[in-house]
């Protein structure tokens, strides 16, 4: 049957299976009945939770996700200078460790003699994650920009700091959002939760779980032959093309170039299934307001330099309204939700209170201690600040101004990627470039390294509070999940910086067909544009701060005024967000994934309930790890592209 949803949000996204056992079956009339945030925590703690009665946190967990996330790390390295994309790896690090071990205790069962329980693997996949994807972002948009700017590197100590400072503060700064996102909202984190339907598969037994694990080995071949039609190509008789392009034209401009076309990818399907509808049905509407209606006006009022018209152009424009608008819903929502937030702050203020007779907190002996984060955000901020004066030369206050402004905006970045499973590292890169563009007009180093800061720190909070939605799923231990994931950015360091510097030895490689470096171009060309202030931006630019600004303000407040029973028909302000600074085929895809799972859902309801996720993790899992092989393979010679 379907999923109930949470009555007392507001946004309603519809449960998975393991969270609606958290709250009751809707009343007579359809009302849900509402619960405390501590009755939903000790749901879960006495009904989920398994972090005491197996091993979870131990020394080949770690070293596994370690050697596996160095490894990937130089994948999304690559991919990055490629495409300016980069790939989640939880779901490659569970599937590949599992048969790593398993092929290691076959040979050698003297050394291996017992199979990771179910949370050490979900622990590895946590360090593997932290280590290929928390510490690799930023080199791949700030860093390569920076190069492109000044025309040199940045010695090798610097860039090791800045590397460890930046992914150390964006884990530390998902300390309070993980309770407020995670345990009380519940949002879906769709990599988070196919991470864990994976790893279910994988270390379940008996019939149901036979199936599971067979309709997730099924998704994965079919992700995989996609990847390998598209990619490799071989044989070229069932070679696939990268995109289908629409026929038509807007403004006398193919659709193509307005981004409005298919794209042979099965990932962002079976993303937008286990996404669920009202995001979905939110980033088309948006999509086709965008780049259907809104960018051709823009371009005729020449916002939009048409005569290099595609998604790069687009964005010149649309970053700004989308970004805004995204900010502006996210701290709204944050507010909203005032008191579980200081709920997630209480180990803080605990430090400094002498009360004896405030309530005890039930989780306060597995979730990550409030006074972690103080201490952690402080460490690292400060580290953070002290590269920026000693080896940037921007003022002390500006540091400090980059790092706070990072907890806000990082605060949306996982906000988005719970409910997307997309990051916005760029849109949030560029409210910061906007943002120093004014305090500190004319200075190109301090606008590209400030927002470097939130990019950075922005992609290692979503990407822990994703392994943390797997965690909380399978009932792990969410302080010894963290502890992992913190372990991880040391391997990250080690192998991603060395390897920058050998792909990428020379300014003039980057915009290359070998290197496009497309992020990389993209801030550097930002940060050359703010170099004389906001009245550099376009009129029509600012324009869409403006209003993007207010729409994400008043979506969430309608969504609060309008009766329950019609909060399905309010739009997520996320989602339109989102929808602005991604292509509209990345929309289009999301869109026919949540639509076909939504069509299964009142069709064939057991079906959906056993089949959607494994299934769409399965494919993720599947083209990701053959198109991160196929791009390796590509990289050295072996196979041609």
């Excluded at 994807?133 to 700017?149: D, E, K, P, Q, R």
């Excluded at 069932?238 to 995109?243: D, H, Q, S, Y």
Aim: hydrophobic residues 50%.
């Amino acid at each position: 049957m379907s999923t109930p949803e949470r009555p007392d949000l507001p946004l309603e996204e519809a449960r998975t299976e393991d969270e609606v056992e958290l709250i009751d079956e809707p009343e007579e009339g359809g009302q849900v009945p509402h619960h405390d945030p501590e009755d939903v925590e000790m749901k879960w703690y006495k009904t989920v939770y398994q972090g005491d009665n197996m091993p979870q946190l131990t020394l080949r967990a770690v070293v596994m996700g370690s050697l596996l996330g160095g490894f990937m790390s130089l994948s999304n390295l690559y991919v990055g200078l490629k495409t300016g994309w980069g790939l989640g790896v939880a779901i490659t690090a569970c599937i590949l460790s599992f048969a790593i071990y398993k092929t290691l205790i076959t040979l050698f069962p003297k050394w291996f003699v017992s199979e990771m329980s179910i949370l050490e693997n979900n622990c590895m996949q946590s360090t593997a994650s932290s280590a290929g994807y928390s510490t690799g972002g930023t080199m791949c948009s700030a860093i390569a920009a920076f190069l492109l700017v000044t025309g040199h590197h940045m010695p090798w100590p610097t860039l090791v700091a800045w590397t460890f400072f930046l992914a150390s503060l964006g884990v530390f700064m998902a300390i309070p959002m993980k309770r407020q996102m995670i345990n009380i909202e519940g949002l879906k984190f769709p990599s988070g939760i196919a991470a864990a339907e994976t790893l279910r598969s994988l270390h379940s037994k008996g019939g149901d779980a036979v199936l599971k694990a067979r309709a997730l080995g099924f998704g994965g071949l079919f992700g995989a032959l996609v990847a390998w039609f598209r990619d490799a190509g071989i044989p070229k008789s069932l070679a696939l093309p990268g995109m289908l392009n629409f026929p038509g034209s807007i403004s006398g401009h193919p659709l193509a170039k307005w981004t409005i076309s298919f794209e042979m990818s099965s990932i962002m399907i079976a993303a937008g299934a286990i996404m669920g509808w009202k995001v979905a049905w939110s980033m088309l509407l948006g999509a086709i307001l965008n780049y259907a209606f809104l960018a051709p006006w823009m371009a005729s009022l020449g916002a939009i330099d048409t005569t290099k018209l595609g998604y790069r152009a687009i964005m010149s424009w649309a970053t700004w309204g989308g970004a805004s608008l995204m900010v502006t819903s996210g701290m709204l929502t944050f507010c909203l939700q005032w008191k579980t937030v200081l709920r997630a702050f209480s180990g803080i203020t605990g430090i400094f209170s002498t009360r004896t007779d405030k309530p005890s907190d039930p989780l306060a002996h597995i979730e990550v201690p409030g006074w972690w984060f103080a201490a952690g955000a402080a460490f690292s901020g400060l580290g953070c600040m002290a590269v920026l004066y000693f080896a940037f030369g921007t003022t002390l206050f500006m540091g400090f101004v980059a790092v706070a402004l990072t907890f806000f905006l990082s605060l949306v970045a996982a906000r988005a990627t719970g409910e997307s499973d997309i990051t916005p590292v760029g849109a949030m890169g560029k409210i910061t470039q906007l943002t120093f563009g004014v305090l500190a007009p004319s200075n190109i180093t301090t606008n590209l390294m400030t927002a470097s800061v939130t990019a950075g720190a922005a992609g290692s909070t979503a990407d822990l509070l994703t392994d943390l939605k797997s965690g909380y799923l399978l009932g792990a231990n969410p302080r010894k999940q963290f502890i992992a994931q913190y372990l991880g950015i040391f391997m990250g360091v080690l192998v991603v910086v060395p390897a920058f510097y050998l792909l990428v030895p020379t300014p003039e490689v980057l915009g290359t067909d070998k290197w496009p470096a497309p992020s990389a171009q993209v801030w550097a060309a930002v940060a050359k544009l703010l170099a004389n202030g906001i009245n550099s931006l376009h009129p029509a630019a600012r324009v869409g701060l403006l209003v993007g600004g207010l729409v994400g303000i008043i979506i969430p407040l309608i969504d609060l005024a309008v009766p329950k029973q019609y909060r399905k028909y309010v739009p997520s302000a996320m989602g339109l967000g989102l929808s602005m600074v991604i292509p509209f085929f990345n929309s289009l895809s999301m869109f026919i994934g949540a639509g076909a799972a939504l069509w299964l859902e009142k069709n064939k309801p057991k079906l959906a309930e056993d089949y959607i996720v494994p299934v769409s993790s399965g494919i993720i899992a599947g083209e990701s790890i053959l198109g991160i092989a196929i791009a390796l393979l590509m990289a050295s010679g072996i196979l041609g592209g």
